[in-house]
């Protein structure tokens, strides 16, 4: 699962660009998504009684193979002793979050009627008539139900993940088995032993997807490691049932982490695996398939028991403005459910609502960051579309969905096509509301985020990095923390939301460097240029020029094993030697304190804790940096 609220898009896109090709090649084209089913039966009554049933089970063995009588999990104690209660509530909760049922907004909200269970403590009664009265004050009762309603989700979830399946999770499923695993061995001991409940439910999905459809050829999309497992657990489930199915894989995770693939046992539940865009591998594929003298594009097979990779120079990729209108038609939009889990109104943007994905251009305009896959196809092959056919785009999937929400998925949106996009907009008299990522550049002046905001921009998300001038400087980020702080007061002086990847752990930096990149986005917070951000801590990753090149930062990799399935993240040694596992964590409590607007006026080395704060050194950061920018700016 990636999304509860909105499907991925690569299905969309595909489905739409094969299906302009369908009648010159006899294609019937179909898409489906086993996720949000599969969450829907977990979630559902009959799925909470099956759970109910097994962690008594589990709980009556473990009693009688252990004398000690331990104590489960506070998420199942808590669970079991309101079982009831969260099968009989349960169908509601997920109707509501669907939509579906608004009256119930006002039964949540009295906490009267959900069970709490661990998930509820940072808002357990302390003195307060109102711990949320902050937040959504007395009117705001659709929210707080939200609010309520994503917590008793995240409570349910512990319990799957705690009593059933430890590898469950809403968003990263069974990421561990899947990320820079040099083997397939874990992943493949995973899928030959006795499937769980959720296993089993899986299973039953991907047979009743097969009865329904009948294909002959399955595409899987994998875009990051927490979909391979589920992914490969479809293929198996198809495979026992239709030993000719054609099956191929694909997505931005074999994109990335697949490209040295030589394990053979790969293809004992694939047939295909493609790299990159998929669009003219898969109309190369379906050429082959009917003629197998027809040549294949990045397309790992295995033959004679091993793995080969059969790529025709003569064949090319789809531009960006022939690939067709993304179309959700086959899925069951109205099924999504928003979650509204942390307080914030930019951070909730990626779980709440169902927005629509549209790509502005292929790839990244930049294309210049150290830390980022820039030898990969879809950052280094940039390619626009004109203004006027994006708005074509738009208004069909708003008439085909009935939805004016738009999240535009580009890596960097150009500034330009941003501009001339919004200009048609308005020309054409479209309405919509939309968001997405760019680059903190300085062609966003003040007059441009105001045309964004009256073409519909009400959220943008950048990477800021490390708030250092000397570390974007070796990141090659083409930005100064000055200049970050000027671009994103223009855009919150129009009114729109910004987001803020930060990180930390990159090569040679040092403990002051990581204080005062807090200490810069606390101004950052506190002058109201960013109302959101999220802390990554710095991976190396074998596409990037740190990767390739890790002399000309400073550190050195560590040998790497026999990699015979996935590779990505390299370990490396820091001569430095900052303690950034030390530092993360107060990296983390500061910024969540932020984003709902406290801890602005406490000093920035407190948050590392009594026993740090006499390690790190009085931040040098000048006070008055982020007020010297803005006062430059005009503010």
């Not at 294609?27 to 799925?47: K, N």
């Not at 960013?530 to 002399?551: D, L």
Request: proline content about 5%; overall charge negative.
């Amino acid at each position: 699962m990636t999304q509860l609220n909105t499907p991925y898009p690569a299905t969309a896109y595909l489905t739409g660009f094969l299906r302009q090709h369908a009648a010159e090649l006899d294609l019937d084209v179909r898409q489906a998504d086993p996720a949000i089913e599969l969450f829907l039966r977990v979630f559902s009554r009959e799925g909470l009684e099956a759970i109910t049933a097994e962690l008594k089970a589990r709980l009556e063995e473990a009693a009688r193979d252990d004398d000690d009588g331990e104590e489960p999990p506070k998420s199942i104690a808590s669970f079991l002793a309101h079982a009831e209660r969260y099968v009989t509530t349960i169908d509601a909760v997920i109707a509501f979050l669907q939509g579906k049922d608004p009256a119930l907004a006002m039964r949540i909200a009295t906490r009267t009627f959900l069970p709490e269970g661990p998930r509820f403590a940072a808002i357990a009664d302390k003195g307060e008539d109102d711990p949320l009265q902050w937040a959504f004050g007395m009117l705001g009762v659709a929210d707080r139900a939200k609010h309520l309603a994503s917590l008793y989700i995240d409570d349910v979830a512990d319990v799957v993940r705690e009593g059933i399946q430890p590898h469950f999770e809403l968003s990263r499923y069974g990421e561990h088995l899947a990320a820079s695993a040099a083997t397939f061995d874990a992943l493949q001991a995973e899928l030959e032993s006795d499937p769980t409940l959720v296993d089993a439910t899986l299973d039953d999905i991907a047979r009743e997807l097969y009865e329904e459809h009948t294909p002959e050829v399955v595409g899987l999309t994998v875009p990051f490691p927490g979909n391979v497992y589920g992914a490969f657990r479809i293929a198996k489930a198809l495979k026992a049932i239709a030993p000719k199915i054609t099956i191929i894989l694909g997505g931005g995770y074999v994109n990335t982490e697949l490209r040295e693939l030589a394990d053979p046992r790969v293809f004992d539940y694939v047939d295909y695996v493609t790299l990159d865009d998929g669009e003219r591998p898969l109309l190369a594929l379906i050429d082959h398939l009917r003629d197998p003298a027809k040549p294949l594009l990045r397309t790992f097979v295995r033959t004679e028991g091993k793995v080969v990779l059969r790529s025709d120079p003569g064949l090319h990729d789809v531009p960006l403005r022939d690939a067709g209108t993304p179309t959700y038609v086959g899925l069951a939009l109205d099924k999504y459910l928003s979650l509204f889990e942390m307080l914030n109104p930019m951070h909730r943007l990626w779980s709440d609502g169902r927005w629509n994905k549209l790509t502005i251009a292929h790839g990244c305009y930049w294309k210049k960051c150290t830390f980022c896959d820039i030898t990969l196809d879809y950052i280094s092959r940039y390619d626009p579309v004109h203004a006027d056919l994006l708005v074509d785009r738009i208004e069909a999937i708003v008439k085909e969905t009935g939805q004016t929400g738009f999240h535009f998925v580009d890596e960097a949106a150009p500034p330009a096509g941003l501009k001339a996009l919004a200009e048609r907009l308005l020309a054409r008299n479209v309405v919509i509301t939309w968001w997405g990522n760019i680059r903190f550049e300085k062609t966003f002046t003040p007059e441009l985020a105001a045309l964004l905001a009256r073409s519909g921009c009400v959220a943008v998300s950048g990477g800021l990095e490390v708030a250092s001038d000397r570390l974007l400087g070796l990141i090659n980020k083409g930005v100064t923390v000055e200049q970050v702080a000027r671009v994103t007061r223009a855009f919150s002086d129009a009114n729109i939301m910004v987001h803020a990847y930060l990180m930390y752990g990159f090569p040679t930096e040092t403990t002051q460097e990581t204080v005062d990149s807090l200490e810069r986005v606390r101004q950052l917070f506190e002058a109201g240029c960013v109302q959101s951000a999220f802390w990554h801590r710095f991976a190396a990753t074998a596409h990037s020029p740190i990767g390739k090149q890790p002399e000309l930062y400073g550190i050195r990799l560590h040998k790497e094993p026999a990699i015979t399935f996935a590779r990505n993240d390299l370990a490396f040694d820091d001569p430095t030697g900052t303690d950034h596992e030390a530092l993360g964590a107060g990296l983390r409590k500061a910024l969540y304190n932020y984003m709902h607007g406290l801890g602005l006026d406490v000093d920035v080395r407190t948050w590392f804790g009594k026993g740090k704060r006499s390690q790190v050194p009085p931040t040098t950061v000048a006070k008055d940096l982020i007020r010297t920018a803005l006062t430059v700016s005009g503010r």
